[in-house]
T-cell receptor
Framework: KAGVTQTPRYLIKTRGQQVTLSCSPISGHRSVSWYQQTPGQGLQFLFEYFSETQRNKGNFPGRFSGRQFSNSRSEMNVSTLELGDSALYLC?????????????FGDGTRLSIL | GQQLNQSPQSMFIQEGEDVSMNCTSS?????WLWYKQDPGEGPVLLIA?????ELTSNGRLTAQFGITRKDSFLNISASIPSDVGIYFCAGPRSTSGSRLTFGEGTQLTVNP
């Protein structure tokens, strides 16, 4: 059974550019969440989607946005990139929402801002 | 807000030793999750706990959901070199079933 697939694995951008990251959940999973991982802040929640609707959003500026498609695949977009956006962006999927639906993570997209 | 305090931050042990790490919170959690992350990869779910007092094993790993619902423990028995990695505890915020709060992680090093 295929796991969560994130593309691309690595990305290098410069300040001011924008970027789109993609996530394909485990087959049958309808909930997708995004997290940012940095050495200083650890793993921080960005947003969660279920049935193409954003259910939760973390404390990130409006430059960070996302969406989910009818096939449950999800994308996140970061506009006007800043140096501090350099991080590992992780996508996680679960069957549904709720505490009994553990999340399974992809291997992430490593974003470096020059 | 809800925060998870994980300790120790790092551990250096000899192969064959047992390991114990824990996670505490000032708030109640209704689910505790333990993940392991290897370099260059995403976190992998090791154990999920859903009931206070629950004790669950996965091979050499054993985790417990504290009866106060404010803590959890992960034990690794007879460690091997491939146990090296960062171990995270996590739990969903009480207001939302899916939004996870993570501990700071425990970096485990196993010397052969």
């Amino acid at each position: 059974k295929a796991g969560v697939t994130q593309t691309p694995r690595y990305l290098i951008k410069t300040r001011g550019q924008q970027v789109t990251l993609s996530c394909s959940p485990i087959s049958g999973h309808r909930s997708v969440s995004w997290y940012q991982q940095t050495p200083g802040q650890g793993l921080q929640f960005l947003f969660e989607y279920f049935s193409e609707t954003q259910r939760n959003k973390g404390n990130f500026p409006g430059r960070f946005s996302g969406r989910q498609f009818s096939n449950s695949r999800s994308e996140m977009n970061v506009s006007t990139l800043e140096l501090g956006d350099s991080a590992l962006y992780l996508c996680a999927s679960s069957l549904g929402v709720g505490r009994n639906q553990p999340q399974h993570f992809g291997d992430g997209t490593r974003l470096s801002i020059l | 807000g809800q925060q998870l305090n994980q300790s120790p931050q790092s551990m250096f042990i000899q192969e064959g030793e047992d390991v114990s790490m824990n996670c505490t919170s000032s708030s109640i959690f209704n689910t505790w999750l333990w993940y392991k992350q290897d370099p260059g990869e995403g976190p992998v779910l090791l154990i999920a706990l859903y009931k206070a007092g629950e004790l669950t094993s996965n091979g050499r790993l054993t985790a417990q959901f504290g009866i106060t619902r404010k803590d959890s423990f992960l034990n690794i028995s007879a460690s091997i070199p491939s146990d090296v990695g960062i171990y995270f505890c996590a739990g969903p915020r009480s207001t939302s079933g899916s939004r996870l709060t993570f501990g700071e992680g425990t970096q485990l090093t196993v010397n052969p």
